[in-house]
């Protein structure tokens, strides 16, 4: 979910563990060494992929207290961390679509293909606002916001289905997506 979680909107930014990105490191510290045999491209995806997030993660959540602490310096930064989280992503999709095509007909990538771009392009997106931002003070309303937690008001149950069920549909905007 952390993935495709909009850095601006930040639906699933309450769900954050504080150390994300220490997490995401040390599992791409781990998957860099078994990078051999016959599986080996399975780890380099996932290596990748743990790459991603270990920027992405707390994307959102980073960029929120920059900003509503009027933050400069970590705005600058959080930009660095987008260029290079751009590159990161392209990586994970050559990883990702090498593995795609070991395992499956090629049928089915332009999915993959879709949603990587459209996070690549809120990525973007995200860039132009923080550098518009911090060039002539244009707001961020977006960042302005608190954020809400999404299982508020949830049983167990649905909480525990959200959680363990994937939808890119749901997942990928805050907003109606059908």
């Given at each position: 979910?952390f ?58 959540l ?10 400069r ?36 990538y ?69």
């Amino acid at each position: 979910m952390f993935l495709f979680n909009d850095p601006l909107l930040g639906m699933f930014d309450a769900l954050v563990p504080p150390d994300s990105a220490a997490f995401y490191r040390q599992c791409a510290l781990a998957l860099d060494a078994e990078q051999k045999g016959p599986f080996a491209y399975l780890y380099q995806s996932l290596l990748a992929l743990a790459e991603v997030l270990a920027l992405k993660a707390d994307l959102g959540l980073r960029l929120r207290v920059a900003y509503q602490n009027g933050n400069r310096d970590r705005l600058e930064s959080i930009l660095k961390d987008i260029k290079l989280l751009l590159k990161k992503i392209d990586l994970f999709d050559r990883a990702f679509s090498h593995q795609w095509d070991q395992e499956n007909k090629p049928e089915g990538y332009d999915i993959q293909d879709i949603r990587l771009g459209a996070v690549k392009e809120r990525l973007k997106k995200t860039a132009e606002k923080v550098r518009r931002y911090l060039k002539d003070g244009t707001p961020i309303p977006e960042l302005a916001h608190p954020l809400l937690h999404p299982e508020a008001g949830l049983d167990n149950a649905v909480r525990d289905w959200l959680r363990t069920t994937y939808s890119w549909r749901e997942y990928s905007s805050v907003n109606i997506n059908d």
